[in-house]
Each structure stands twice: as structure tokens, then as C-alpha cells.
């Protein structure tokens, strides 16, 4: 196998090893994230990619040498070709090859999981803080103080680090490098609430990088702190995560969940304004932020008709910017050439999930009525939009004999007669949402009473103003 090459390769780099064809694994942000720390000598040697960190153990092999890693494959025959090979190229999710896993060897008891020392290939260039990555090699970094911000600082822990900063010339500020979530603040946000904190604790000398960091769980979280002090040989370590200092988190997890429900018309508590600013451009409240509306349904269930009537109510009686991406106008334009089998299906509604993500990230209202048949692919299309706004998944459950009784094009019956394959509800399945915000019936009720269910239930969330018909 092949790569397009270029100059990003490091002159310093062995004869990258995609060129003896080995096969790949695209890794996701944790296991990412952990190769890296890995790749640095921060990781302990033997774990797999993605699973719990122990503490530090002695003795423990000289920071910097290569650390054994396992990797977790998705099945059989990938391990199978990984062993067969004796490696394996590691990539992130820009498909950039970071490291080639050598020596790979088989472990006993876990079948799909292969073992073995990784080499650096290239340096990672995805994520948002991949530039100014702490370099654990750099000598200018060892034996300062180290704080780690893991959150934004809370009103009450100004004056402890106030404290600190007085005692701990010149620190090395961190702050994790990780995936978009709720679950956590966003690295840029971070860095800018780190700047921010070190001016004014007039903390000269300060250093500010970003370290790969994916949360795992709250004892290796802990461990890993203690990993990357010892490996930068910091003094004066200082954290603030998500269960340090406790009362200040515990603060901040009330003020998070405040935040991330954006239904509270009332000030974070505990949250110095500045910093509320920074976090509200972030998330705002629900009548600010943005929203997908997913209409999940039959063919025929009504699903169409219901997301223009609701985007024609909210176009004439709310500010809010809606894009109605209809589901046969989606198909001539975003998704023209695909065909009706599973995998075109499927794509075809991720397409539409990324464009309602980003109309939500900028703030609008995106109204989508694909049939989305499967769970799997509601769930990723959900979490798609969830890191820029809100999702909402009404199910048109209208039964399939009301949906086949107004079919005017009759494609229940050609998919009844088999000159249609794969129709969804008669020859593929509908998963039914178990998840759905929402659930109306349109042969149980009238268009007008249908869109007024959605808009009720919009306004109750906080999402729109003035739902009253």
C-alpha cells in the first residue's frame, strides 16, 4: 500500500514502514491521545491503547525509552494481518500515520489484541493544540513548577492560586488537548481561560502548552497527572480537574450541568463573570443556541409535511435562522448519485447530520425529515451535533398501514411485489427510537395539532419563544 508523500515527513524518520505494506488502524481520540503520551514515554509499558493507567510503579524503565503498547483490533482478521505482518502503521482521525507498532506479537487470552513497541512516523497534525504540544524532551520544561487545567477556574480557587503562583516561579501551565464534547470544556476556550488566569496572577515566565489528554476514568485520570509530572520532573504540582481541589470542583460540576441544560436565565454560581462570558459564547441558553430537529419516520408517516409547517411557523414567528434540508431536494444536490441500499442510506443521513452540525454550530435552527432507519446512525448524526448544539429526534410513528394507505406513488406496493429492494419498514428494517424527545402520531391527529405538538414542546425546552398558536 501507498501514500501520497510530503513534506511534512521528518528528515530525521527511518523508511516509513507504509511502504513495506503494512495494514492500518485508524485510532479514535483516546486511543490517539494515549499513543502520543506513549510516543513521549509517559505511558507505562504494556497497556492497551484506551485502558485504565496504573500509578507509577518502581522501578520503571528511564523516561523517554519506548514503552510496549497493545492495541485493540476490530476483529479477527485484523488482528490476524497485523500478526501476519509483524506490525502495524497507527493513525488518527486525519488518517495521518503517527507511528508504526514493531515486533507485533499476539497476547494471551485477548484475541483481538496485538502488542508490540511503537516508532514515531510523523508528527501529529490534527487537534486543535497539536501546535503548541508540550515537548516532554525539552529541558527548558524540567524541574518547574507544573499546573494542570483541567477546567476553568472557579471564583474561589483565584485566591489558593494566587497562593501557588506566588511560591512557584515561572510554571508550566498545561491544559488537556482533547476531543469536542459537553463532557468538557474545549481545548481553545481552555487555553484562552489560561492565558487569562496567568495574567492576572502576574505569573511571569510562565510557559502555556497543551498536553494529548482524553479523559478515561478518575484513577487513571490521576495517574496520568502523576505520570507527566514525574516525566517533566515538575515540583509545586497544581491541578484543577473535574474532582480537584473537591470543593471547587464540585462547584464547577453544579455550574457545568447549569451551562450544558441552558435553560437558567440565572448567573453560573461560583463563576467569576469574565469567565461565564467566555463559557456562554460557548454554550449559550437554549433560545440562543443552536438546534438540529430530526423528523425520523416511515415513508408516508407525515414527517415531510410536519418539518415545513413547524419550519414555516418558526421562520414567521421567531428571529431564529431555520434551514429546512428536505429530504428529495438533500438527494438531488448533497447526496445526488448515491443509490438505496444500507450503506448509500446511511451516508446519506450522516451527510445530512454534519450539515445540520455545523448549521447548529453557527447558531441556527437545521429541520432535517430523512426516513434515518437506524439506530446506529441517529446516535452518530446525535453526537455529531451535539458537540456544536442541541438534538432533538421527534418519531413520526404513523403505523405502516396509514403510511401505505396515502402511498400516491405506490412504493409500498412495488416493494410488496419485490421490484423494490430494500424498503424500509416492508424488506429493511426500522430500528423504532428508544431515544426519541419526542413521539407524534399524524393519523391520530390533525397537521395543525401535529406541528403544534412540536412547537409546544420547542418552546417548553426554552429552545424558541411565543409557541402559542
Known sequence: MSLVEDDRVAAASSPSAWDHGLPDLTLGPLGTADLMLALAGVLPSGPVLGAPVARPPAPELPD??????????????????????????????EHTPLAALEGARPVPGLPLVVRGIPRRLRARESGVGARSTVDFDDPSLRGRPLLLLE??????????????????????????????????????????????????????????????????????????????????????????????????????ASAHAALVDGRDAGPLVGVEPATEAALRAWLPRRCQRGVALMFSGLSGSGKSTLARDVAAWMGARTTRTVTLLDGDRVRQMLSAGLGFDQASRELNVRRIGYVAAEIARHGGIAICSPIAPFAHTREEVRHMVEQA???????????????????????????????????TGISSPYDVPTDADLRVDTSAMGREEAAQRVIDYLTRGGWVQGGAS
Open 64 to 93: 523517554g525509552e519506548p514503552r510496549e503498547i497493545g492495541v485493540a483490533l476490530p476483529g479477527s482478521e485484523a488482528a490476524a494481518a497485523a500478526l501476519a505482518a509483524g506490525g502495524l502503521v497507527l493513525r488518527d482521525e
Open 151 to 252: 477546567r476553568p477556574p472557579m471564583a474561589d480557587d483565584l485566591a489558593p492560586l494566587q497562593a501557588w503562583a506566588a511560591s512557584a516561579p515561572a510554571p508550566v501551565v498545561l491544559v488537556p488537548e482533547h476531543s469536542d464534547g459537553r463532557a468538557w470544556v474545549p481545548t481553545r476556550l481552555l487555553l484562552r481561560l489560561a492565558a487569562d488566569l496567568l495574567d492576572s496572577m502576574g505569573a511571569t515566565g510562565a510557559t502555556l502548552r497543551t498536553v494529548p489528554l482524553e479523559p478515561h476514568d478518575p484513577l487513571s485520570d490521576s495517574a496520568l497527572v502523576d505520570r507527566i509530572a514525574r516525566r517533566l520532573g515538575a515540583t509545586a504540582v497544581h491541578s484543577l480537574s473535574d474532582t480537584a481541589p473537591a470543593d471547587t470542583a464540585t462547584a464547577w
Open 389 to 423: 448544539g442541541d438534538f432533538v429526534l421527534v418519531h413520526v410513528s404513523t403505523p405502516i398501514e396509514e403510511c401505505e394507505r396515502r402511498d400516491l406513488k405506490g412504493l409500498y406496493a412495488q416493494a410488496r411485489q419485490g421490484r423494490i429492494p430494500e424498503f
